[in-house]
């Protein structure tokens, strides 16, 4: 009778243990901390410019808008819509504070709304000019609206070193980016487009100067008729490396931003020899592991105390 109550116990003090280890390796993966980001969340901001109907008399007529502020580094949402059943022809350019000129729609307009996008490089008051052509007096609907920043629109995860945004134009071709650059390592460029093309296709040449003065091209006569270019560069030497980018560009003007980011998508190179392979254990088998060893050596015990009480029986 000793021998089952002894048994018992054994059972019971097993029971106790497991139950013990489980709960213990059950904490540490449910409050292990999530380091993971699978997805960053940007939000816009939308603050209404302009809203109004203007009435348009056939054949031709002109909508003019003076001095409406505009601020850097922003993108806006020109929506456009004829609101009685007619069609027209339209034109619409924006001049910016120093005068230089955007051409942004040509095409028709009719109860189909249209979505214009277009970033702002430069802060201050605008005009906005429509060369309409129609064959009925009609009435256009013109709405703007503020949206989102040039900032929010890339992963604010990324390790961003430099951001900059320019005016291209007839007279300001070539415009440059200097950047202080760690040696071997990489990183990623971005030449993003923020206002419309209409009826050109810019070339675009691009060119990175190095601290040793050694030149690397990286965009020869390039048609810029893509939303954004990107390009990894992986760097040798330390210090200031220049960015060039030349745009041929006649008649309009455009509106690019210029970015570089440490890519993350590949460990940075290094010159010195890897170090010894090692294996790598997550914290869950480690937590399950020193388990399972804690356990058989109180299994072991318990076993061995069980046999001694037996044997004295």
């Not at 993966?29 to 997805?39: D, S, V």
């Not at 992963?155 to 980016?177: G, T, Y």
């Not at 050109?200 to 100067?209: A, E, G, K, Q, R």
Request: proline share 5%; glycine share 2%; aromatic share 12%.
């Amino acid at each position: 009778m000793k021998k089952y109550h002894c048994v018992g116990k054994f059972h019971l003090e097993y029971f106790l243990i497991s139950s013990i280890m489980i709960l213990l390796v059950l904490s540490q993966i449910q409050f292990q901390p999530n380091t993971c980001k699978t997805f960053n969340l940007n939000t816009s901001s939308e603050e209404v410019i302009w809203d109004s109907t203007h009435m348009v008399f056939s054949p031709n007529d002109q909508v003019f808008l003076q001095d409406l502020f505009f601020e850097e580094d922003w993108m806006y949402v020109f929506y456009l819509e004829v609101v009685t059943p007619h069609q027209c022809e339209v034109n619409m350019t924006v001049t910016d504070p120093e005068g230089y000129q955007y051409k942004i729609f040509q095409g028709t307009i009719d109860q189909q709304q249209k979505e214009i996008q277009f970033g702002m490089v430069i802060e201050g008051a605008y005009n906005i000019t429509l060369d309409v052509s129609t064959e009925f007096t009609l009435n256009l609907h013109l709405r703007i609206e503020r949206t989102v920043s040039f900032m929010d629109l890339f992963d604010q995860d990324n390790d961003i070193l430099a951001f900059n945004s320019f005016r291209f134009s007839e007279n300001e071709p070539l415009r440059e980016v200097p950047i202080l650059l760690e040696p071997n390592s990489s990183y990623v460029f971005t030449i993003a487009l923020v206002s419309p093309l209409i009826n050109i296709l810019p070339i675009l040449n691009t060119f990175i100067d190095d601290p040793a003065e050694n030149e690397f091209i990286i965009y020869q006569d390039q048609a810029l008729n893509e939303f954004y270019l990107a390009f990894q560069f992986q760097t040798i030497n330390y210090g200031v490396h220049k960015l060039q980018v030349l745009i041929d560009i006649v008649e309009t003007s455009l509106n690019l931003i210029v970015v570089v980011m440490l890519d993350n998508s590949d460990p940075p190179i290094n010159n010195e020899p890897p170090p010894r392979s090692t294996l790598y254990m997550p914290l869950e088998v480690q937590v399950i592991s020193i388990g399972i060893f804690i356990f058989a050596i109180l299994l072991a015990l318990l076993m061995k105390k069980s046999s001694r009480k037996e044997l004295m029986y």
